[in-house]
């Protein structure tokens, strides 16, 4: 939270000295995937999982309200957004004598994002670039289902966004973003031991979205 709370005052201080404010509000698709370096083993008691992120891109929403602060062709872009994302992932149960297929698990995430994004205009192109802080409102679902083991969510993230946009009649706004985690977003499972797994699994994103400019 105070990663977040930085980042809002460092805004407010700075919109002051542009010159032209807009207000707008945008929406838009995100083809979100994740990453992990190798599978993870869980264990609690005599059982043992593994856990392998499915790889392959799943559709998010995003959408809420931006300012654009202009001056000089520079401009700076606070949003609040409300946006979900779905991470799939493979569970095995690999204890001995224990033949069993994986057993695939989806965890929608609903988070309101607060990109902060700094750019420059050439023409009606924009090239921007900036962090981007994540609250989880939900709690998904359990990866394993088990009473012996819990998940633990990182309740709020720091990432990044960076991208190309595309102004239109100056009410129009088109962007193309690519987003990327600097911290693992579900980070560990924990046993009745009190163990903690890390999952190490880094979500990524390409972003496209429309606004209109007021």
Do not use: C, H, W
């Not at 979900?84 to 204890?95: A, D, F, G, K, P």
């Amino acid at each position: 939270m105070k990663k977040i709370i930085a980042i809002l005052i460092v805004v407010l201080v700075s919109i002051p000295a542009f010159s032209q404010l807009k207000v707008g509000i945008k929406a838009g698709l995100s083809t979100n995937s994740i990453s992990m370096g190798d599978i993870k083993t869980v264990t609690t008691g005599n059982t043992t999982y593994a856990i392998d992120a499915v790889t392959s891109a799943k559709y998010g929403f995003q959408g809420g309200l931006f300012v654009r602060a202009s001056l000089f062709g520079l401009y700076l872009q606070p949003e609040l957004l409300l946006s979900t994302r779905t991470n799939e992932y493979s569970i095995t149960n690999t204890s001995p004598n224990i033949s069993q297929a994986p057993t695939f698990v989806k965890q929608n995430f609903t988070k309101l994002d607060i990109p902060v994004l700094l750019g420059f205009k050439l023409g009606p192109l924009r090239i921007n670039a900036g962090p981007s802080g994540s609250i989880l409102l939900n709690t998904p679902k359990e990866l394993i289902d088990s009473p012996d083991l819990k998940n633990l969510y990182s309740k709020m993230t720091i990432g990044y966004q960076a991208g190309l946009g595309f102004d239109l009649f100056r009410k129009l706004t088109f962007d193309l973003r690519y987003e990327g985690s600097l911290k693992k977003y579900q980070n560990q499972i924990e046993n009745l031991t009190g163990t903690k797994f890390n999952i190490d699994d880094r979500p990524n994103a390409f972003i496209f979205s429309v606004g209109i400019m007021f």
